[in-house]
């Protein structure tokens, strides 16, 4: 927190500031894989989301006194303490507005967590489509990473899981798709990858971009357009796609089911590949960052960061 190492128990936010009593934070979510062989950890797209958090706190008017080394540095300084070898981790990197009222004043703090997380791949998941709807860009902007718009998926969520599903699909305010609550959807019909763009109500999902590029490698046609109701729910595949889902699999939605045999699911392969480093694709940045003994690999080598 703010440069220095705490305790995760120790962290201390005031209940008065306004990333409490106005959900004033901005926030990225980063997943780090170890290579297949166990030699190195490498995250990525470490400065695509820097850049995103700089966005997001640009439009709500956060200053940000941090550049893009000093958040790396943090992810390396917390990767080397809680790093083992059988394990993943995410980081969740979060500025809380800590002081400040109404946009007067506003000072904010850096909080970076990490968790291990398991290496094997997500399990397909069934979705239903729920009745809450994703606010509009000039009400909530869904393009920015903000922890006031997880209050809509948050409901969502809770409704669909009612249902028994494992997550919602969320549409727009014009009755199209807009995303699922914590990760991008993508259809997939004739050997062709639709996904709907950010203007339909969706996060500007680095996943995305990643598969995209991926998909202009594998000659797969891919591209962003809007999604009706039923062309979801008549596609042959669908996946939702996120940093942490990376590209998993949905069997199912409101009892209409898909392939799990074509393009997305080559696509999905071929994307846990390239993050375990088996391959590398032009435009998908994986930055090395420990070694096995958890020793950090950015010292000496700028072009790792400027790679980012
Ligand atoms: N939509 C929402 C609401 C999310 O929280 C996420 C996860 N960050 C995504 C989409 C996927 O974005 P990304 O690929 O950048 O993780």
């Known amino acids: 927190m703010n440069g220095e190492l705490v305790r995760y128990e120790d962290?201390?936010?005031?209940?008065?500031?306004?990333?409490?009593?106005?959900?004033?934070?901005?926030?990225?979510?980063l997943?780090?894989?170890?290579?297949?062989?166990?030699?190195?950890f490498a995250i990525r797209s470490p400065r695509k989301h820097y850049d995103r958090l700089c966005r997001s706190a640009a439009l709500l008017h956060i200053p940000i006194s941090f550049g893009y080394e000093d958040f790396v540095t943090g992810l390396v300084t917390l990767g080397a303490e809680l790093l083992v070898p059988?394990?993943?981790?995410?980081?969740?990197?979060?500025?809380?507005?800590t002081d400040g009222h109404w946009g007067e004043g506003t000072v904010a703090d850096l909080v970076v967590t990490a968790f291990t997380q398991q290496k094997n791949d997500p399990d397909p998941m069934r979705l239903g489509v729920s009745t809450w709807r994703r606010a509009s860009d000039v009400a909530l902007p869904a393009r920015i990473k903000s922890s006031a718009n997880y209050?809509?998926?948050?409901?969502?969520?809770?409704e669909t899981r009612r249902l028994g599903y494992d997550d919602a699909v969320l549409l727009n305010d014009a009755g199209r798709v807009a995303e699922a609550t914590g990760a991008c959807i993508l259809i997939a019909n004739d050997g062709k990858i639709i996904t709907?763009?950010?203007?339909?109500?969706?996060?500007?999902?680095?996943?995305?971009?990643?598969?995209?590029?991926?998909?202009?490698?594998?000659?797969?046609?891919?591209s962003h357009r809007p999604v009706e109701r039923t062309e979801l729910l008549t596609a042959q595949?669908?996946?939702?796609?996120?940093t942490i889902s990376e590209l998993t699999m949905v069997e199912e939605i409101d009892g209409y089911r898909y392939d799990q045999t074509g393009v997305?699911?080559?696509?999905?392969?071929?994307?846990?590949?390239?993050?375990?480093?088996?391959?590398?694709?032009?435009?998908?940045?994986?930055?090395?960052?420990?070694?096995a003994d958890r020793k950090s690999l950015l010292k000496g080598s700028p072009g790792d960061r400027a790679a980012g």
Do not use: N, Q
């Open 31 to 40: 997943k780090g894989y170890w290579t297949d062989d166990g030699e190195v």
């Open 264 to 291: 997305l699911s080559r696509l999905r392969e071929m994307y846990l590949r390239v993050m375990r480093g088996e391959a590398s694709v032009p435009g998908i940045d994986l930055v090395p960052l420990l070694d």
């Open 196 to 222: 709907p763009p950010t203007s339909e109500g969706c996060l500007d999902s680095i996943t995305v971009g990643a598969l995209a590029t991926l998909a202009e490698t594998m000659r797969i046609p891919f």
């Open 11 to 29: 962290v201390k936010i005031h209940i008065s500031a306004e990333a409490l009593t106005r959900a004033l934070s901005v926030f990225e979510g």
């Open 86 to 97: 059988e394990r993943d981790l995410w980081f969740r990197t979060t500025l809380y507005v």
């Open 151 to 158: 209050v809509g998926g948050r409901l969502a969520r809770i």
């Open 237 to 242: 595949e669908c996946g939702v796609a996120g």
